[in-house]
């Protein structure tokens, strides 16, 4: 038998909501997520632009179907503040926007080198990209090509949207760093560029096998953690299987992409894309640790701790 309704104060917080209702009516055994259904139906939002906190202490209730009225504390003339998170924009196509700015400026820089490069001998025409270059443009485009795969058909995303200014913060990562940056100075004719040369079948060939190891464990990383979470779910869970059951790390996928870019530095040497290495390496890492802590707080003694977040023996 359901319980008795119980009547909820609603105000706004921040800018007004036109058609904010200032009451509504919720059973104990509601969930937070039916909540937010019910004030953005009636104040004709979308979902993902609300947030909710009690009045009472300010705390935030989450939008989760795991989430109980109850469990929040919620009863009979509670209150609750709603706030306008401003437009949102779905995290998949966030992705998707970060992960084209490499794919677009590379071929680009690539194709057009005697319109953005002057030739280092004008006499001697205009030289053709060397094999590392080449090499550097497969493996860099593929690699994002690959991102924008699982984008589509592998990663399951537990926040449905982000504030759609904050797209231009995310993409500059990928369209400044990864895109100009390494572009400008992997693909250029100029003698000091260390691609511009020829490069031994051994390091070719080691960088093409660290690509591919880094690619196929990272895929393999992303379909373990695909399967522990439904579609359009937001449910965690212990990955055990695939890379995660022999790799001593919390986060094997970043150890796997950590070894695919070690590949194409490799391809290039240039500083540009360890400089990009670097600082992705640093965020991946921060990522990893959070991680942890995340795992060592939820699930408790069900999780076996790990001693390295990352990288074996490093982070």
């Known amino acids: 038998m359901s319980s008795k309704p119980l009547e909820i104060s609603v105000r706004p917080r921040g800018k007004p909501i036109k058609k904010l209702p200032e009451n509504t009516y919720v059973r104990e055994e509601d969930t937070a997520e039916d909540l937010y259904l019910h004030i953005a139906a009636k104040s004709r939002f979308s979902v993902h632009r609300l947030r909710i906190t009690k009045g009472s202490d300010g705390t935030a209730i989450p939008n989760k179907r795991d989430v109980s009225i109850e469990s929040v504390g919620l009863f009979d003339q509670s209150s609750i503040f709603v706030k306008d998170l401003g437009p949102q924009i779905a995290w998949q196509t966030v992705f998707l926007i970060e992960y084209f700015g490499p794919i677009l400026i590379h071929p680009s820089i690539y194709f057009l080198r005697p319109y ?66 390494i572009a400008l100075f992997t693909y250029s004719p100029s003698p000091s560029c ?21 690619e196929l464990g ?50 290039n040497r240039s500083l540009s894309t360890g400089v990009f290495v670097v600082i992705a390496l640093g965020q991946m890492a921060i990522w990893a640790r959070k991680k942890e802590r995340n795992y060592r707080k939820e699930f408790g003694g069900r999780y076996k701790k790990k001693t390295f977040a990352m990288i074996p023996g490093i982070v």
């Open 116 to 181: 953005i490069y002057i030739a280092p001998n004008p006499s001697g025409g205009y030289p053709s990209p060397s094999f590392s270059q080449t090499l550097s443009l497969t493996l860099i485009v593929t690699h994002f090509i690959k991102r924008e795969l699982e984008t589509l058909f592998v990663h399951r995303f537990s926040a449905a949207t982000m504030p759609a200014f904050n797209i231009f913060k995310n993409s500059a990562h990928y369209w400044l760093l990864a895109g100009l940056n």
């Open 218 to 267: 990272n895929l393999s990383a992303h379909l373990t953690l695909m399967g522990l979470r439904n579609k359009g779910g937001k449910e965690r869970g212990i990955p055990t299987t695939g890379v995660f059951s022999f790799v001593p790390v919390t986060c094997p996928n970043y150890f796997f992409e950590a070894i695919a870019w070690a590949g194409i530095w490799l391809s």
């Open 194 to 214: 260390p691609t511009a040369h020829a490069v031994s079948e051994a390091i070719a060939y080691t960088a093409i096998a660290l690509f591919v190891i880094g």
